[in-house]
T-cell receptor, first 117, second 113 residues
Framework: GAVVSQHPSRVICKSGTSVKIECRSL??????MFWYRQFPKQSLMLMAT?????????EQGVEKDKFLINHASLTLSTLTVASAHPEDSSFYIC?????????????FGQGTRLTVV | DQQVKQNSPSLSVQEGRISILNCDYT??????FLWYKKYPAEGPTFLIS?????DKNEDGRFTVFLNKSAKHLSLHIVPSQPGDSAVYFC????????????FGSGTRLQVQP
């Protein structure tokens, strides 16, 4: 299946700093990438939908100034958690959809565990 | 408002027997359904999907059944193997999968040797 690489897999940062998470589609071009967040023992919650070359669409309740998304190319989307605080600690996962497929299984990255201390 | 529900948080099955994981949805716009397997601290791995034009899709040991009138789908794993032990998420999408996925809360499957 298609490969989506997410980096870093784990990051610990101090409160007030910003953290950037990268999501790359390695063997296909992705028109659309999605960013999810998962709290312990809970489901994956969609944060935003990112389309290449345009602004991301955020879900209700997600602060766009806190979670900055950039989808500059068909193979890369980045999520920056600005001025991170302990409540931002979570597991963040991206997924990507291929350009040439009408439907897709939306391949997922391996996730990033963010801990803000 | 949970649009995709997995009411069983956990399931334990003997090796070799059938595992049945259930999922209910409320949004009638959903027309594409998927099952994912997930280990802790990893991203979900796609297992099997089904379009709303079908009522069954089979892939090896995995079969997904869709009952549109009941807004219910299930994943059957037979025979179950210890390596199947993981959290299974049901997901749904509108516009034949072109929209973002909405996930259920997951069911932890434990297959006992």
């Amino acid at each position: 299946g298609a490969v989506v690489s997410q980096h870093p897999s784990r990051v610990i940062c101090k409160s007030g700093t910003s953290v950037k998470i990268e999501c790359r589609s390695l063997d296909f071009q992705a028109t659309t990438m999605f960013w999810y967040r998962q709290f312990p023992k809970q489901s994956l919650m969609l944060m935003a939908t990112s389309n290449e070359g345009s602004k991301a669409t955020y879900e209700q309740g997600v602060e766009k100034d806190k979670f900055l998304i950039n989808h500059a190319s068909l193979t890369l989307s980045t999520l920056t958690v600005a001025s991170a605080h302990p409540e931002d600690s979570s597991f963040y996962i991206c997924s990507a959809r291929a350009v040439d497929r009408e439907t897709t299984e939306a391949f997922f990255g391996q996730g990033t565990r963010l801990t803000v201390v | 408002d949970q649009q995709v529900k997995q009411n069983s948080p956990s399931l334990s099955v003997q090796e070799g027997r059938i595992s049945i994981l259930n999922c209910d949805y409320t949004n009638s716009m959903f027309d594409y359904f998927l099952w994912y397997k997930k280990y802790p601290a990893e991203g979900p791995t796609f297992l099997i999907s089904i379009s709303s034009i079908k009522d069954k899709n089979e892939d090896g040991r995995f079969t997904v059944f869709l009952n549109k009138s009941a807004k219910h789908l299930s994943l059957h794993i037979v025979p179950s193997q210890p390596g199947d032990s993981a959290v299974y998420f049901c997901a749904a999408s509108a516009q034949t999968g072109r929209r973002a996925l909405t996930f259920g809360s997951g069911t932890r499957l434990q297959v006992q040797p």
